[in-house]
C-alpha cells in the first residue's frame, strides 16, 4: 500500500508556534494583549492554508492549522502533546520566525514533543542568519540535530508543499536550505490570520510584508542577509486581496513589516489601491508603515501615504551623529535631510516614530545625553525608542566578531537589543547598561511629553493616539524592565513557566508578588494615563495653540539649519554641513553656466 493512500482519511496536525523569550527573571513574557502582531506567524498561517486547501498530502487528507504567538497565548504542552497522541502522532510542529533571543526558549518547547517523537520544524531569522554569514556549526545549531529538530533556513513561498510530505512520511530532512534561491513574493498566498487570533494583539492590528529585502549595508542588520539585497515585491492586487480578507472579518488596522517601504517599487501602486479602497470603498484603513531618512524626496511618497491610511511612520533614525552612522555603513542616512524630512511627515499630521541605536563607536554617557537634549530641542520626533547596539547572528558586526574571536555573551535569550552582549570601547558594561535605562528617562520627561502634545495640536497629530504611545513608551523600561515592543496589557505569568536550570518558586511566593507587582505597576500606569489625559486636554484649550512654534517645528533655513547643534556639536555633523554647502555653491553654479551658455 503507498504511503499517500495509507494517510488517506488521516488528519495531519500542523500547529505553528512563533516563540516568546525568557525576561531576566527566567520567566517567559507573554501577555493577555500584546503589542506587535506575527508577521512570521501570518505569512506561515496563510501558506499553510493554501497546502490545506491544495491537499498537497493527497486527496482526502486534511491538514488542521493551529497558529500560536506566545506573546499572547500559553503554549498548552500537556494539551498539544495529546492532540498528537490521538492522531498516532501525525502532523507537525513548526516553529517559526525563531530570532535569536527566542532560540532559547524555542529549544526548551521542542525538547517534549521531541521526546514524545512529535516531528518539528525551525526555521527563522537566527537559523538563516546563522546559516547566512557563518558556517553550519556555529552559535547553537548543533543542539537542533541533537535534538532531532529540522532546520528550515529561507522562505516557505513554494517550499512548505515539500517539508509537509516529507513530515506525514516521517522523513523530515535535518536541514532545508534555501537561502541561495529565495522566492518572488508575487501572485503567492498571502499573510493572513483568523480573527481569533488577531484578538489577541492590542488594537486588534495585524500585519503584512509588501516586500522583502533591503539594497544598504547597513553592518548591524540581519534584513540584508536574511532576505537578500534584491528587493522582491507583492503586486497592489495582492495587497488589496489581503485588505479584503481582513476587512472581511472586521480588521483594518495593518502594520506593514517592510524594512523599508519607502524603497518598494510598487509603492505608487500600493499606496493608490489603498486610498481607493479608503475612498471609495469605504474600508477605513489604518497603517504603520517602516521607512528611510530620504523618503520626503520621492515625489508624492508622504502626500499618498496619508492618503492610504498612514497614521504612524517608522524611522530608523539611528543616531545624530554621521561618525556613528559611517562606522555602522548607514551611510544613506544624511544628518541635514533629518528636519526637512520630519517636517514633512508632521505637515500631514502623522505620528513619527524613530529607532535610536545607544553603543555605536563615538557614544559615551556623556554624548548620548547632549545628543537626546539636541534631539528634543531641534527634532520634531514624537516617539524614540532606543536600542542598544547588538552584534545579531546573521549581521556581519556579529560575523566580524565570531571570525575574530571577539568577545560576546553567549546566552542568546539577550541578543533582544535591550541588554549589552559584546564590550565597548569607551563605555564598560555597567555605564552602558546605565545610560540605556537613562535614555528612556531622559526623553519622556513630564516637561517634554507636555511640549510633544503642544507640538501635536499644532500641527494636527492625534492627541489621543499620541497619549496611548507616550504612556507606553514612556513607562515600560521603568515599570516592566523591558522594551516597549515586548509589552503589552496585562503580564501573564506561571510558575511552572521558568526557564530550565533556574530553580521552581514557591506558589505562594509567586502568586503574591505577581499579584502585587499587577496592582503597583497599574496604578503608575493610570496615573501617567490621567496626568497626560489632562495636560492635553489642558493645552486643547489654550489660546494661540494652534500657532504654536518652537525650534524642532521652525521652518528649514536657507542654510539648512547651519547654526544647529545638530549639525555643530560632532565633527561628522560639521563635515556634513561644509559638504551640503559645497554641493549648493557648486549646483548654483552650475545653473549660473548653463544660463550664460544658453
Same mark, same amino acid.
Given at each position: 500500500?503507498?504511503?499517500?493512500?495509507?494517510?488517506?482519511?488521516?488528519?495531519?496536525?500542523?500547529?505553528?508556534?512563533?516563540?516568546?523569550?525568557?525576561? #531576566?527573571?527566567?520567566?517567559?513574557?507573554?501577555?493577555?494583549?500584546?503589542?506587535?502582531?506575527?508577521?512570521?506567524?501570518?505569512?506561515?498561517?496563510?501558506?499553510?492554508?493554501?497546502?490545506?486547501?491544495?491537499?498537497?498530502?493527497?486527496?482526502?487528507?486534511?491538514?488542521?492549522?493551529?497558529?500560536? #504567538?506566545?506573546? =499572547?497565548?500559553?503554549?498548552?504542552?500537556?494539551?498539544?502533546?495529546?492532540?498528537?497522541?490521538?492522531?498516532?502522532?501525525?502532523?507537525?510542529?513548526?516553529?517559526?520566525?525563531?530570532?535569536?533571543?527566542?532560540?532559547?526558549?524555542?529549544?526548551?518547547?521542542?525538547?517534549?514533543?521531541?521526546?514524545?517523537?512529535?516531528?518539528?520544524?525551525?526555521?527563522?531569522?537566527?537559523?538563516?542568519?546563522?546559516?547566512? +554569514?557563518?558556517? #553550519?556549526?556555529?552559535?547553537?545549531?548543533?543542539?537542533?540535530?541533537?535534538?532531532?529538530?529540522? +532546520?528550515?533556513?529561507?522562505?516557505?513561498?513554494?517550499?512548505?508543499?515539500?517539508?509537509?510530505?516529507?513530515?506525514?512520511?516521517?522523513?523530515?530532512?535535518?536541514?532545508?536550505?534555501?537561502?541561495?534561491?529565495?522566492?518572488?513574493?508575487?501572485?503567492?498566498?498571502?499573510?493572513?490570520?483568523?480573527?481569533?487570533?488577531?484578538?489577541?494583539?492590542?488594537?486588534?492590528?495585524?500585519?503584512?510584508?509588501?516586500? @522583502?529585502?533591503?539594497?544598504?549595508?547597513?553592518?548591524?542588520?540581519?534584513?540584508?542577509?536574511?532576505?537578500?539585497?534584491?528587493?522582491?515585491?507583492?503586486?497592489? #492586487?495582492?495587497?488589496?486581496?489581503?485588505? @479584503?480578507?481582513?476587512?472581511?472579518?472586521?480588521?483594518?488596522?495593518?502594520?506593514?513589516?517592510?524594512?523599508?517601504?519607502?524603497? =518598494?517599487?510598487?509603492?505608487?501602486?500600493?499606496?493608490?489601491?489603498?486610498?481607493?479602497?479608503?475612498?471609495?470603498?469605504?474600508?477605513?484603513?489604518?497603517? +504603520?508603515?517602516?521607512?528611510?531618512?530620504?523618503?520626503?524626496?520621492?515625489?508624492?511618497?508622504?502626500?499618498?501615504?496619508?492618503?492610504?491610511?498612514?497614521? @504612524?511612520?517608522?524611522?530608523?533614525?539611528?543616531?545624530? =551623529? !554621521?561618525?556613528?552612522?559611517?562606522?555602522?555603513?548607514?551611510?544613506?542616512?544624511?544628518?541635514?535631510?533629518?528636519?526637512?524630512?520630519?517636517?514633512?511627515?508632521?505637515?500631514?499630521?502623522?505620528?513619527?516614530?524613530?529607532?535610536?541605536?545607544?553603543?555605536?563607536?563615538?557614544?559615551?554617557?556623556?554624548?548620548?545625553?547632549?545628543?537626546?537634549? /539636541?534631539?528634543?530641542?531641534?527634532?520634531?520626533?514624537?516617539?524614540?525608542?532606543?536600542?542598544?547596539?547588538? !552584534?545579531?547572528?546573521?549581521?556581519?558586526?556579529?560575523?566580524?566578531? *565570531?571570525?575574530?574571536?571577539?568577545?560576546?555573551?553567549?546566552?542568546?535569550?539577550?541578543?533582544?537589543?535591550?541588554?549589552?552582549?559584546?564590550?565597548?570601547?569607551?563605555?564598560?558594561?555597567?555605564? *552602558?547598561?546605565?545610560?540605556?535605562?537613562?535614555?528612556?528617562?531622559?526623553?519622556?520627561? !513630564?516637561?517634554?511629553?507636555?511640549?510633544?502634545?503642544?507640538?501635536?495640536?499644532?500641527?494636527?497629530?492625534?492627541?489621543?493616539? %499620541?497619549?496611548?504611545? %507616550?504612556?507606553?513608551?514612556?513607562? &515600560?523600561?521603568?515599570?516592566?524592565?523591558?522594551?516597549?515592543?515586548?509589552?503589552?496589557?496585562?503580564?501573564?505569568?506561571?510558575?511552572?513557566?521558568?526557564?530550565?536550570?533556574?530553580?521552581?518558586? &514557591?506558589?505562594? /511566593?509567586? *502568586?503574591?508578588?505577581?499579584?502585587?507587582?499587577?496592582?503597583?505597576?497599574?496604578?503608575?500606569?493610570?496615573?501617567?494615563?490621567?496626568?497626560?489625559?489632562?495636560?492635553?486636554?489642558?493645552?486643547?484649550?489654550?489660546?494661540?495653540?494652534?500657532?504654536?512654534?518652537?525650534?524642532?517645528?521652525?521652518?528649514?533655513?536657507?542654510?539648512?539649519?547651519?547654526?544647529?547643534?545638530?549639525?555643530?556639536?560632532?565633527?561628522?555633523? &560639521?563635515?556634513?554641513?561644509?559638504?551640503?554647502?559645497?554641493?549648493? @555653491?557648486?549646483?548654483?553654479?552650475?545653473?549660473?553656466?548653463?544660463? %550664460?551658455?544658453?
Amino acid at each position: 500500500m503507498s504511503n499517500s493512500r495509507a494517510t488517506v482519511g488521516r488528519r495531519f496536525q500542523l500547529v505553528l508556534i512563533k516563540p516568546s523569550h525568557y525576561d #531576566d527573571d527566567g520567566y517567559v513574557i507573554r501577555w493577555w494583549r500584546a503589542m506587535i502582531p506575527s508577521n512570521s506567524l501570518a505569512a506561515l498561517y496563510g501558506i499553510s492554508a493554501d497546502c490545506a486547501e491544495r491537499e498537497v498530502l493527497g486527496p482526502g487528507v486534511a491538514i488542521d492549522i493551529v497558529a500560536i #504567538d506566545e506573546t =499572547n497565548t500559553r503554549v498548552d504542552i500537556p494539551g498539544l502533546l495529546k492532540r498528537f497522541e490521538r492522531h498516532g502522532n501525525f502532523g507537525l510542529v513548526a516553529l517559526v520566525g525563531v530570532q535569536s533571543n527566542q532560540y532559547p526558549r524555542a529549544l526548551d518547547m521542542a525538547h517534549p514533543f521531541r521526546e514524545a517523537g512529535v516531528p518539528v520544524a525551525m526555521g527563522g531569522f537566527h537559523i538563516s542568519g546563522c546559516l547566512a +554569514m557563518l558556517d #553550519d556549526e556555529a552559535v547553537g545549531l548543533d543542539q537542533c540535530r541533537e535534538m532531532g529538530i529540522s +532546520m528550515f533556513a529561507g522562505e516557505a513561498e513554494g517550499r512548505l508543499d515539500d517539508v509537509l510530505r516529507d513530515a506525514a512520511a516521517g522523513e523530515l530532512k535535518p536541514l532545508y536550505d534555501f537561502m541561495k534561491d529565495l522566492p518572488g513574493i508575487q501572485g503567492t498566498p498571502v499573510p493572513f490570520l483568523p480573527k481569533t487570533y488577531v484578538e489577541h494583539t492590542l488594537g486588534l492590528s495585524t500585519s503584512f510584508d509588501a516586500g @522583502r529585502g533591503c539594497p544598504y549595508q547597513c553592518s548591524f542588520c540581519t534584513i540584508i542577509n536574511v532576505q537578500g539585497r534584491r528587493s522582491r515585491f507583492r503586486s497592489a #492586487d495582492d495587497v488589496e486581496k489581503l485588505v @479584503r480578507m481582513n476587512w472581511a472579518q472586521g480588521i483594518h488596522k495593518f502594520f506593514i513589516t517592510d524594512d523599508n517601504f519607502a524603497r =518598494n517599487r510598487e509603492w505608487e501602486a500600493i499606496f493608490d489601491r489603498l486610498i481607493e479602497l479608503r475612498e471609495k470603498h469605504g474600508i477605513p484603513l489604518g497603517l +504603520m508603515i517602516q521607512v528611510d531618512t530620504l523618503c520626503h524626496r520621492i515625489e508624492n511618497f508622504v502626500e499618498k501615504a496619508k492618503r492610504a491610511g498612514v497614521t @504612524r511612520v517608522f524611522i530608523g533614525l539611528e543616531n545624530v =551623529n !554621521p561618525d556613528n552612522l559611517t562606522a555602522a555603513k548607514k551611510r544613506q542616512n544624511k544628518i541635514t535631510e533629518y528636519r526637512q524630512m520630519l517636517l514633512a511627515w508632521k505637515a500631514e499630521g502623522i505620528i513619527t516614530i524613530a529607532g535610536y541605536i545607544l553603543g555605536f563607536p563615538a557614544d559615551t554617557p556623556e554624548t548620548i545625553r547632549r545628543d537626546i537634549a /539636541i534631539i528634543q530641542q531641534e527634532l520634531p520626533l514624537d516617539i524614540v525608542e532606543f536600542f542598544c547596539l547588538t !552584534p545579531l547572528p546573521g549581521s556581519e558586526d556579529h560575523q566580524a566578531l *565570531w571570525r575574530a574571536g571577539g568577545e560576546m555573551d553567549a546566552d542568546l535569550n539577550i541578543y533582544d537589543v535591550e541588554h549589552v552582549c559584546t564590550p565597548h570601547s569607551r563605555m564598560s558594561k555597567a555605564e *552602558w547598561e546605565g545610560i540605556y535605562r537613562e535614555a528612556w528617562a531622559l526623553y519622556y520627561t !513630564p516637561k517634554h511629553m507636555h511640549t510633544l502634545l503642544r507640538r501635536a495640536v499644532a500641527t494636527g497629530v492625534p492627541v489621543h493616539s %499620541l497619549v496611548k504611545l %507616550l504612556v507606553t513608551f514612556g513607562t &515600560s523600561v521603568p515599570i516592566e524592565n523591558m522594551h516597549p515592543l515586548q509589552t503589552g496589557i496585562l503580564r501573564l505569568m506561571r510558575p511552572s513557566e521558568r526557564r530550565p536550570g533556574l530553580p521552581r518558586e &514557591s506558589p505562594l /511566593i509567586f *502568586w503574591s508578588r505577581l499579584a502585587w507587582r499587577t496592582v503597583r505597576k497599574n496604578i503608575i500606569i493610570a496615573g501617567r494615563i490621567v496626568g497626560l489625559v489632562l495636560a492635553a486636554s489642558a493645552i486643547k484649550r489654550e489660546v494661540g495653540r494652534a500657532g504654536y512654534m518652537d525650534q524642532a517645528l521652525s521652518p528649514v533655513g536657507e542654510d539648512g539649519d547651519g547654526k544647529f547643534a545638530l549639525l555643530t556639536k560632532t565633527m561628522g555633523g &560639521s563635515a556634513a554641513i561644509a559638504h551640503m554647502n559645497k554641493v549648493a @555653491r557648486l549646483t548654483a553654479a552650475a545653473r549660473v553656466d548653463k544660463k %550664460l551658455v544658453t
